[in-house]
Protein backbone atom coordinates (compact mmCIF):
# COMPACT_ATOMS: atom_id res chain seq x y z
CA UNK A 1 0.00 0.00 0.00
CA UNK A 2 1.53 3.23 -1.38
CA UNK A 3 1.29 7.07 0.57
CA UNK A 4 -1.27 7.82 -2.11
CA UNK A 5 -4.22 4.77 -1.83
CA UNK A 6 -7.35 5.91 -0.80
CA UNK A 7 -9.20 4.10 1.53
CA UNK A 8 -13.10 4.45 1.84
CA UNK A 9 -14.55 3.32 4.73
CA UNK A 10 -18.44 3.05 6.36
CA UNK A 11 -19.70 3.47 9.75
CA UNK A 12 -22.63 1.86 9.90
CA UNK A 13 -25.18 1.97 13.12
CA UNK A 14 -28.59 2.13 14.03
CA UNK A 15 -27.63 4.05 16.86
CA UNK A 16 -24.97 7.12 16.86
CA UNK A 17 -22.01 5.26 15.61
CA UNK A 18 -19.65 6.34 18.09
CA UNK A 19 -18.08 2.96 19.19
CA UNK A 20 -17.83 1.95 15.54
CA UNK A 21 -16.02 5.66 15.10
CA UNK A 22 -13.80 5.08 17.33
CA UNK A 23 -12.68 1.51 15.92
CA UNK A 24 -12.59 3.05 12.86
CA UNK A 25 -9.97 5.67 14.26
CA UNK A 26 -8.00 3.31 16.55
CA UNK A 27 -7.43 0.71 13.59
CA UNK A 28 -6.29 3.58 11.32
CA UNK A 29 -3.97 5.61 13.48
CA UNK A 30 -1.53 2.44 13.13
CA UNK A 31 -1.37 3.80 9.46
CA UNK A 32 -0.67 7.35 9.27
CA UNK A 33 0.31 7.60 5.54
CA UNK A 34 -2.97 6.61 4.29
CA UNK A 35 -5.44 8.58 3.24
CA UNK A 36 -8.90 7.58 4.35
CA UNK A 37 -12.65 9.21 3.22
CA UNK A 38 -15.59 8.28 6.06
CA UNK A 39 -18.63 7.80 4.95
CA UNK A 40 -21.14 7.72 8.19
CA UNK A 41 -24.73 6.61 8.37
CA UNK A 42 -26.28 6.44 11.47
CA UNK A 43 -29.93 5.81 12.64
CA UNK A 44 -30.43 3.05 10.33
CA UNK A 45 -33.75 1.47 10.69
CA UNK A 46 -34.62 -0.42 7.40
CA UNK A 47 -33.55 -3.12 4.69
CA UNK A 48 -33.93 -0.37 2.10
CA UNK A 49 -31.61 2.34 3.31
CA UNK A 50 -28.99 -0.60 4.20
CA UNK A 51 -28.99 -2.26 1.14
CA UNK A 52 -28.29 1.28 -0.59
CA UNK A 53 -25.54 2.33 1.97
CA UNK A 54 -24.05 -1.16 1.40
CA UNK A 55 -24.29 -0.88 -2.50
CA UNK A 56 -22.59 2.15 -2.48
CA UNK A 57 -19.99 0.48 0.12
CA UNK A 58 -19.38 -2.37 -2.31
CA UNK A 59 -18.84 0.21 -5.50
CA UNK A 60 -16.13 1.75 -3.62
CA UNK A 61 -14.42 -1.22 -2.09
CA UNK A 62 -15.10 0.21 1.03
CA UNK A 63 -13.99 -1.44 4.66
CA UNK A 64 -17.52 -1.66 6.82
CA UNK A 65 -17.52 -1.34 10.66
CA UNK A 66 -20.85 -2.05 11.78
CA UNK A 67 -22.73 -1.28 15.07
CA UNK A 68 -26.37 -2.76 14.59
CA UNK A 69 -28.58 -4.05 17.39
CA UNK A 70 -31.05 -5.08 15.51
CA UNK A 71 -30.60 -8.82 15.12
CA UNK A 72 -32.56 -8.88 11.54
CA UNK A 73 -30.61 -5.95 10.08
CA UNK A 74 -28.13 -7.39 11.17
CA UNK A 75 -28.30 -10.53 9.54
CA UNK A 76 -28.97 -9.08 6.17
CA UNK A 77 -25.80 -6.62 6.12
CA UNK A 78 -23.77 -9.73 7.01
CA UNK A 79 -25.38 -11.77 3.87
CA UNK A 80 -25.47 -9.37 1.36
CA UNK A 81 -21.46 -9.29 2.36
CA UNK A 82 -21.05 -12.77 2.04
CA UNK A 83 -22.74 -12.88 -1.55
CA UNK A 84 -20.55 -9.66 -2.52
CA UNK A 85 -17.54 -10.32 -0.39
CA UNK A 86 -17.46 -6.75 1.21
CA UNK A 87 -15.70 -6.62 4.10
CA UNK A 88 -17.47 -5.81 6.89
CA UNK A 89 -16.98 -6.23 10.36
CA UNK A 90 -19.77 -6.74 12.79
CA UNK A 91 -18.81 -5.30 16.31
CA UNK A 92 -21.60 -5.61 18.19
CA UNK A 93 -23.68 -9.27 17.17
CA UNK A 94 -21.11 -11.76 17.83
CA UNK A 95 -20.43 -10.59 21.63
CA UNK A 96 -23.99 -10.58 22.24
CA UNK A 97 -25.41 -13.59 20.53
CA UNK A 98 -22.33 -15.27 23.05
CA UNK A 99 -23.43 -13.41 25.85
CA UNK A 100 -26.82 -14.34 24.66
CA UNK A 101 -25.89 -18.36 24.42
CA UNK A 102 -24.03 -18.19 28.09
CA UNK A 103 -26.81 -16.55 30.27
CA UNK A 104 -30.02 -18.08 28.09
CA UNK A 105 -31.98 -15.05 27.24
CA UNK A 106 -32.17 -12.59 24.50
CA UNK A 107 -30.70 -9.31 24.05
CA UNK A 108 -32.59 -6.40 24.27
CA UNK A 109 -32.07 -5.25 20.55
CA UNK A 110 -32.51 -1.67 21.80
CA UNK A 111 -30.33 0.33 19.45
CA UNK A 112 -28.01 2.94 22.04
CA UNK A 113 -29.00 1.19 24.65
CA UNK A 114 -25.69 2.13 26.44
CA UNK A 115 -27.12 5.99 26.13
CA UNK A 116 -30.12 5.49 28.06
CA UNK A 117 -30.73 8.41 30.53
CA UNK A 118 -29.92 6.29 33.57
CA UNK A 119 -29.30 8.23 36.91
CA UNK A 120 -25.64 6.92 35.82
CA UNK A 121 -25.83 9.27 32.59
CA UNK A 122 -27.23 12.23 35.26
CA UNK A 123 -23.94 11.89 37.23
CA UNK A 124 -22.18 12.18 34.25
CA UNK A 125 -23.80 15.40 33.58
CA UNK A 126 -23.90 16.69 37.26
CA UNK A 127 -19.86 16.01 37.05
CA UNK A 128 -19.17 18.03 33.77
CA UNK A 129 -21.03 20.84 35.80
CA UNK A 130 -19.08 20.57 38.63
CA UNK A 131 -15.91 20.60 36.01
CA UNK A 132 -16.90 23.45 34.52
CA UNK A 133 -17.57 25.61 37.98
CA UNK A 134 -14.36 24.82 39.30
CA UNK A 135 -12.40 25.03 36.58
CA UNK A 136 -8.63 26.97 36.56
CA UNK A 137 -8.73 27.69 40.29
CA UNK A 138 -12.84 30.04 39.56
CA UNK A 139 -13.60 28.56 43.37
CA UNK A 140 -11.38 27.07 45.79
CA UNK A 141 -13.76 25.72 47.84
CA UNK A 142 -14.66 23.16 45.17
CA UNK A 143 -11.46 21.51 46.14
CA UNK A 144 -13.10 20.41 49.42
CA UNK A 145 -15.63 19.06 46.91
CA UNK A 146 -14.02 17.58 44.46
CA UNK A 147 -12.71 13.83 43.72
CA UNK A 148 -9.71 14.86 42.25
CA UNK A 149 -7.71 17.77 42.63
CA UNK A 150 -5.77 18.34 39.45
CA UNK A 151 -2.58 20.95 39.80
CA UNK A 152 -0.03 22.65 37.77
CA UNK A 153 1.85 25.46 35.66
CA UNK A 154 -0.39 27.40 32.54
CA UNK A 155 -0.30 25.24 29.59
CA UNK A 156 0.63 21.34 31.13
CA UNK A 157 -3.44 20.30 29.93
CA UNK A 158 -5.16 20.89 33.51
CA UNK A 159 -8.69 22.27 31.95
CA UNK A 160 -8.67 19.16 28.96
CA UNK A 161 -7.90 16.34 31.25
CA UNK A 162 -10.55 17.63 34.23
CA UNK A 163 -12.94 17.88 31.40
CA UNK A 164 -12.13 14.59 30.06
CA UNK A 165 -12.35 12.97 33.50
CA UNK A 166 -15.66 14.78 33.79
CA UNK A 167 -17.11 12.57 31.19
CA UNK A 168 -16.13 9.35 32.91
CA UNK A 169 -18.75 10.51 35.72
CA UNK A 170 -15.66 12.35 38.30
CA UNK A 171 -16.04 15.67 39.47
CA UNK A 172 -12.95 17.17 39.06
CA UNK A 173 -11.63 20.68 40.02
CA UNK A 174 -8.38 22.37 39.07
CA UNK A 175 -5.60 24.62 39.74
CA UNK A 176 -3.27 26.61 38.51
CA UNK A 177 0.08 27.07 40.14
CA UNK A 178 1.92 31.11 39.65
CA UNK A 179 4.75 32.04 41.58
CA UNK A 180 3.43 35.32 42.49
CA UNK A 181 0.00 34.12 43.38
CA UNK A 182 -0.20 32.68 47.18
CA UNK A 183 -1.46 29.30 47.04
CA UNK A 184 -4.73 28.57 49.00
CA UNK A 185 -4.20 26.94 52.01
CA UNK A 186 -7.81 24.86 51.28
CA UNK A 187 -5.59 23.26 48.94
CA UNK A 188 -3.46 22.03 52.42
CA UNK A 189 -6.47 20.87 54.30
CA UNK A 190 -7.88 18.25 51.75
CA UNK A 191 -6.60 14.84 51.44
CA UNK A 192 -3.64 14.68 49.35
CA UNK A 193 -4.28 11.63 48.03
CA UNK A 194 -7.25 12.94 45.97
CA UNK A 195 -4.78 15.39 44.48
CA UNK A 196 -2.57 14.97 40.92
CA UNK A 197 0.37 17.30 40.21
CA UNK A 198 1.09 17.90 36.39
CA UNK A 199 4.70 18.23 34.80
CA UNK A 200 5.87 18.46 31.35
CA UNK A 201 8.77 18.99 29.63
CA UNK A 202 9.81 22.59 29.68
CA UNK A 203 10.35 23.00 25.94
CA UNK A 204 6.86 21.43 24.72
CA UNK A 205 5.38 23.66 27.68
CA UNK A 206 7.56 26.76 25.89
CA UNK A 207 6.37 25.43 22.37
CA UNK A 208 2.86 25.58 23.84
CA UNK A 209 3.39 28.79 25.57
CA UNK A 210 4.63 30.57 22.06
CA UNK A 211 1.77 29.34 19.96
CA UNK A 212 -0.93 30.59 22.75
CA UNK A 213 0.50 33.85 22.31
CA UNK A 214 0.70 34.48 18.40
CA UNK A 215 -3.00 33.40 18.57
CA UNK A 216 -2.90 36.76 21.23
CA UNK A 217 -1.16 38.68 18.28
CA UNK A 218 2.05 38.72 20.64
CA UNK A 219 4.88 38.31 19.15
CA UNK A 220 7.76 35.39 20.38
CA UNK A 221 10.06 36.59 23.04
CA UNK A 222 7.75 37.37 25.80
CA UNK A 223 8.91 36.86 29.61
CA UNK A 224 5.83 33.66 30.00
CA UNK A 225 7.03 31.74 26.79
CA UNK A 226 10.53 31.94 27.67
CA UNK A 227 12.63 28.95 29.03
CA UNK A 228 13.98 30.74 31.84
CA UNK A 229 10.20 31.79 33.61
CA UNK A 230 8.92 28.02 32.39
CA UNK A 231 11.76 26.69 34.19
CA UNK A 232 11.13 28.34 37.25
CA UNK A 233 7.69 27.82 37.27
CA UNK A 234 8.17 24.21 37.23
CA UNK A 235 10.61 23.95 40.07
CA UNK A 236 7.68 25.91 41.75
CA UNK A 237 4.95 23.10 41.01
CA UNK A 238 7.53 20.46 42.01
CA UNK A 239 8.43 22.36 45.16
CA UNK A 240 4.34 22.31 46.08
CA UNK A 241 4.16 18.63 44.93
CA UNK A 242 6.45 17.44 47.55
CA UNK A 243 5.21 19.70 50.17
CA UNK A 244 1.42 17.91 49.54
CA UNK A 245 3.21 14.57 48.83
CA UNK A 246 0.74 14.11 46.22
CA UNK A 247 1.62 11.84 42.65
CA UNK A 248 3.01 13.64 39.94
CA UNK A 249 2.10 12.73 36.02
CA UNK A 250 4.33 13.54 33.35
CA UNK A 251 2.04 14.66 30.44
CA UNK A 252 4.47 14.64 27.94
CA UNK A 253 3.59 13.15 24.46
CA UNK A 254 0.70 11.26 26.37
CA UNK A 255 -3.17 12.13 24.69
CA UNK A 256 -5.79 13.49 27.50
CA UNK A 257 -7.47 9.67 27.41
CA UNK A 258 -3.84 8.12 28.57
CA UNK A 259 -3.27 10.79 31.06
CA UNK A 260 -7.10 9.90 32.54
CA UNK A 261 -6.29 6.27 32.02
CA UNK A 262 -2.70 7.02 35.09
CA UNK A 263 -4.70 8.80 37.16
CA UNK A 264 -7.35 6.75 37.61
CA UNK A 265 -4.51 3.89 38.05
CA UNK A 266 -2.43 5.99 40.23
CA UNK A 267 -6.02 6.67 42.39
CA UNK A 268 -7.15 3.10 42.27
CA UNK A 269 -10.63 4.69 40.55
CA UNK A 270 -12.91 2.48 39.44
CA UNK A 271 -14.63 2.84 35.64
CA UNK A 272 -17.99 4.66 36.13
CA UNK A 273 -18.49 3.86 32.30
Do not use: W
Request: with cysteine; glycine share 6%.
Amino acid sequence: MNDNTVLNYYILSDSIGETAQKVAKASFAQFPNITTVSHKYTFISNHETLHSILEDANEHDGLVFMTIADAELAKFAEKYCIKTGLICYNLIQPFTLEIARRLGTEPSAISGAQYELSEDYFDRIRAMEFCLAYDDGKDPKGLREAEIVILGISRTGKTPLSMYLGTLGYKVANLPLIPEKEVTPILYEIDSKKIIGLTNSSGVINKHRESRMKEYGIGTGSKYASKARVNEELEYAHNIYEELGCPIINVSDRSIEESASIVMEVMNLPQRI
